[in-house]
């Protein structure tokens, strides 16, 4: 049965804000920074076969720090490259804007032509449909989006379609292994909206790609989120925080009272959380899927 309750990803300003605290209260930003100076390097090394130009295409970008913390390792991993270019899909009109911001204030960025895209991945999808059939993709990512597709299978599939030879197509998502994970495994009908699969954990994604025998590598990042402040009633950032848990608008207002004590109980539990110096540290940990070109 569809969910009654209104997903918090039709709020973009809400949406934005509570993301944004997240990332206060979370080592998310700092555990994929590791990942892309620690990791990344390795796994870009094939790519382009040593073109002169990449062709690159970030999909749900946000503001765009990590893209472009990436596509500064991609650079560093092959000086030879005098150009790339920067496909940016991203819906939210506050997050281009932000990332436009951040181009602008970073120097040493000539050599990358952004293409911005105010857009959905569906949309982009029928977009290069339309645009170009033949162009083919160096590196596409998709970081902390594939919940916010009405398919995500297929949504990696078109986006493995347009890989080079030696291209790679990176997806970073909740681990299944992580408190998300458990959250979603126990209330997933209802708090998952119908229209969009927000519960997809890299677990679903490799149930997916191993029913289909390919291969990938995986890497698992682990981060966690601050979340005692939800545990104060009526406190502002932590009615903001419990909404990005739920992905639900307005979660401690319009649920149920059963649904929000089972919710708040399952947060508070080892499953999920551990409990330390009066703080509650819920597991934020992460997964990086790396994909090559279809053979
Ligand atoms: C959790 S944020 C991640 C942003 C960025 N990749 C990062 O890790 O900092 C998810 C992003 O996906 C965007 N988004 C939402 N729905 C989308 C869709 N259908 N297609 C592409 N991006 C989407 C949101 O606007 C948001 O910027």
Known sequence: MASPLKSLVFDDSRYQKSF????????????????????????????GNGKSHLNVIGVGSGAGEIELEMLSGLRLKHPGVDGVDN??????????????????????LNHITFHWNKMTAAEFEEHWKVKTTCKKVDFIHMIQMLYYVKDPEATVSFF???LNTNGKLLIILVSGESGWGKLW???????????????VTTKDIKCFLDSKGMRYQSYELPSQMDITECFTEGDEKGELLLDFLTEVLNFSKTASPELKAGVMDLLRHSDCSVESDSKVMFNNNLEVIVLNQLT
């Open 20 to 47: 944004k605290l997240f990332l206060e209260r979370s080592t998310e930003h700092q555990c994929m920074q590791d990942f892309i100076h620690k990791l990344l390097p390795d796994i870009l090394a094939g790519v």
């Open 87 to 108: 496909e940016v899909v991203e819906p939210s009109a506050q997050q281009l804007h932000n990332y436009r911001v951040l181009v602008s204030q970073k120097p040493d």
């Open 160 to 162: 493995q379609s347009l």
């Open 185 to 199: 495994q126990t209330y997933r009908d209802q708090l998952c909206n119908t229209e969009i699969s927000q519960c």
